[in-house]
């Protein structure tokens, strides 16, 4: 077998290695990738931090310093459920739920609100359990966070 050039070897050698960095990289920030495929995280457990949907239905969070005030949700698969939203500060926000973070499916996208200390209701339909993500339209890259979509009494 011919011996490569040494700029060629050392290519051969550093572009796997980038190649794993890059990968690693982009998996390993704050907006979700997890597609609809898996009813929780990988480890089984479900975050403390994340919007519980209540008895009524109802899934309570709220936006204060562009930040929404859980970095999750979680809701019951095949039962519509409410996100009562709450707009802490005069900037306008919304809420938008879509089947992972690519965005090509969008299940419901909530009118923005302006604030300060206003709330709103959307209405989201039933959804298969899985991982979904969620994200106020008008700052996605700040405001976005994973909705657990899971068998009830998970």
Known sequence: MPTLPAPRRLLATLLPTVLLLVLAACGGGATPTSSATGSQPANGELPDDCARVDADGVITISAQNL??????????????????????EGVPHDVAVYTDS?????????????????????????????QAYFDCTIHPADMNGTLYVVEAGS
Do not use: W
């Open 67 to 88: 930040e929404f005030s859980a970095p999750c949700m979680v809701a019951n698969a095949g039962e519509p459920f409410t996100i009562h939203f709450e707009n802490l």
């Open 102 to 130: 690519s965005k090509d499916n969008e299940v419901m996208r909530g009118d923005p609100i302006t604030g300060p200390n206003q709330s709103k209701d959307y209405e989201v339909p039933a959804m298969e359990a899985g």
